[in-house]
């Protein structure tokens, strides 16, 4: 599914504003981090964007969560609510916010959207603001853009976030890239129907153990870079990086690290026979082509067997990696069958790493994000404890992964303190006038009156990316 037109509108969409309010308020984070004053900051969020665009703030999709006192709007899938349709559909295309607003204005506005969108009838948003005094509110009606419209520029962030990335340290850069031809041949072999070998995947994680050992974050930067290429290849090596990397936090044992990784690497295979119409198709996908996607799980367990040198390991994993105490679970197995340490891990790592990728029928979400899924799924669809070692391992801002500071500048993250999870040491890459910083300059957030904080992680978004459904 591609966007409409209506989202494609110049103005300023209120999302962003909300979105950065969101991310920022940690609620994903445990009971004792989370911000208690979610109202005021994002007031103040909207009270910023809407100073830096006086010329009106549009609203024409609202995908994510957020709260306000008790209050509380839940989209309960990101990548299917398409809010704009929705308004559209209740003859709501257009929420313009002109300039001399006040905060008590947005205050009531704020909670006559989060009430009205809890209710899905946003058709009286028109009658509750005309009773609320909103004189600095209105709301359009009718087509929300020309079909004709030319596609909306990219927002500063996004562009400062593409200058980044090119100043980002990437590293061990190479091992990553030798990983995904390994991937790569190992996929050609099995599309070309010869039998898979786990040799060069052992040289693999052999190649991996040592950088390991010597400094446990080094690899994880070439999880958060841009993705080039088939996303399949990509996404095994990224999770074998993630596995490996909570593997050494819970064992020195190189043998136990060697299983994880070799295992980790093959888990889905199964991918690879997935026909390429399915694999790289831009909308979602019909109740046919999710039984093909849902078989690859047998059709990897099934190659391993064939294989014949792969560990039993690996095959469990293949088969149970999507396997919960979920109505979404497959496949469809005995509830008695309960998947090993091995599977339980390499499941979070591939949730995680499919919620940080970028993928054809669908946006990259931010490592906060992905934290906050792992999270509110824990002992449902993943382990409680091997979510919360994971999360207290990597971070909520993970080594290499990008962030935005209070002064809008764009840094990387350098270093993962567990003491210090919301503020970890940072290289600013982009200042805030988007401008690149080159060297980068080191900055430990919140040291000192002066020093900027972490307002929110981000996702990186391709070219390619800017029609992808959210």
């Keep these: 599914m591609r966007r409409t037109a209506a989202s494609q509108t110049s103005e300023v969409a209120l999302l962003n504003a909300l979105n950065a309010a969101i991310d920022a308020f940690e609620t994903f984070a445990p009971e004792h981090l989370r911000c208690v004053d979610r109202e005021r900051?994002?007031?103040?969020?909207?009270?910023?964007?809407?100073?830096?665009?006086?010329?009106?703030?549009?609203?024409?999709?609202?995908?994510?969560?957020?709260?306000?006192?008790?209050?509380?709007?839940?989209?309960?899938?990101?990548?299917?609510?398409?809010?704009?349709?929705?308004?559209?559909?209740?003859?709501?295309?257009?929420?313009?916010?002109?300039?001399?607003?006040?905060?008590?204005?947005?205050?009531?506005?704020?909670?006559?959207?989060?009430?009205?969108?809890?209710?899905?009838?946003?058709?009286?948003?028109?009658?509750?603001?005309?009773?609320?005094?909103?004189?600095?509110?209105?709301?359009?009606?009718?087509?929300?853009?020309?079909?004709?419209?030319?596609?909306?520029?990219?927002?500063?962030?996004?562009?400062?976030?593409?200058?980044?990335?090119?100043?980002?340290?990437?590293?061990?850069?190479?091992?990553?890239?030798?990983?995904?031809?390994?991937?790569?041949?190992?996929?050609?072999?099995?599309?070309?129907?010869?039998?898979?070998?786990?040799?060069?995947?052992?040289?693999?994680?052999?190649?991996?153990l040592p950088v390991l050992r010597d400094d446990r974050d080094a690899l994880l930067p070439a999880v958060f870079m841009p993705q080039d290429g088939d996303w399949e290849l990509s996404h095994a090596v990224r999770s074998a990086i993630l596995v490996l990397r909570l593997g050494c936090e819970l064992t020195d044992d190189e043998t136990t690290l060697r299983l994880l990784g070799e295992s980790a690497f093959l888990y889905d295979i199964g991918l690879f026979v997935v026909p390429a119409r399915i694999m790289r198709k831009e909308g979602p996908l019909t109740d046919d082509e999710r039984v093909v996607i849902e078989r690859h799980t047998i059709a990897g367990a099934r190659l391993l067997l064939a294989g014949g040198d792969f560990p039993p390991a690996a095959v469990e994993a293949a088969l149970l990696h999507h396997f919960t105490q979920t109505p979404r679970s497959y496949p469809q197995l005995s509830e008695t069958a309960a998947p090993s340490t091995v599977a339980k891990i390499i499941t979070i790592a591939d949730a995680y790493e499919s919620i940080i990728g970028a993928r054809p029928y669908r946006r990259s979400r931010s490592p906060q994000q992905a934290a906050a899924e792992l999270i509110r799924n824990a002992g449902a669809s993943f382990d409680r404890a091997l979510v919360g070692q994971f999360i207290r391992t990597i971070g909520f801002f993970p080594v290499g992964s990008l962030v935005r500071l209070s002064d809008d500048s764009i840094a990387q993250v350098r270093a993962h303190d567990p003491s210090r999870m919301l503020a970890p040491a940072v290289a600013v890459l982009v200042d805030g006038e988007g401008q690149p910083v080159d060297p980068p300059r080191d900055l430990e957030p919140g040291a000192g009156e002066s020093a900027p904080s972490i307002l929110e992680g981000l996702a990186y978004e391709p070219e390619t990316a800017e029609h992808a459904v959210p």
């Design 41 to 208: 900051r994002l007031l103040e969020s909207l009270q910023a964007a809407h100073a830096k665009h006086p010329s009106g703030v549009a609203i024409t999709r609202m995908e994510r969560s957020f709260a306000v006192g008790e209050s509380c709007f839940v989209s309960r899938d990101c990548g299917l609510v398409q809010l704009e349709q929705r308004f559209q559909a209740m003859g709501l295309s257009l929420l313009n916010i002109t300039p001399g607003i006040t905060r008590e204005e947005l205050r009531l506005l704020l909670q006559m959207l989060v009430r009205r969108l809890k209710e899905g009838a946003l058709v009286d948003l028109e009658a509750d603001i005309a009773k609320g005094g909103l004189a600095h509110v209105s709301v359009c009606t009718g087509a929300a853009g020309d079909a004709g419209a030319s596609p909306e520029a990219p927002s500063p962030l996004k562009v400062a976030v593409r200058t980044a990335w090119p100043l980002a340290r990437r590293s061990e850069s190479t091992l990553y890239w030798r990983a995904v031809e390994r991937m790569r041949s190992l996929c050609a072999m099995i599309r070309l129907g010869q039998m898979p070998n786990a040799y060069g995947i052992r040289d693999t994680v052999e190649s991996f």
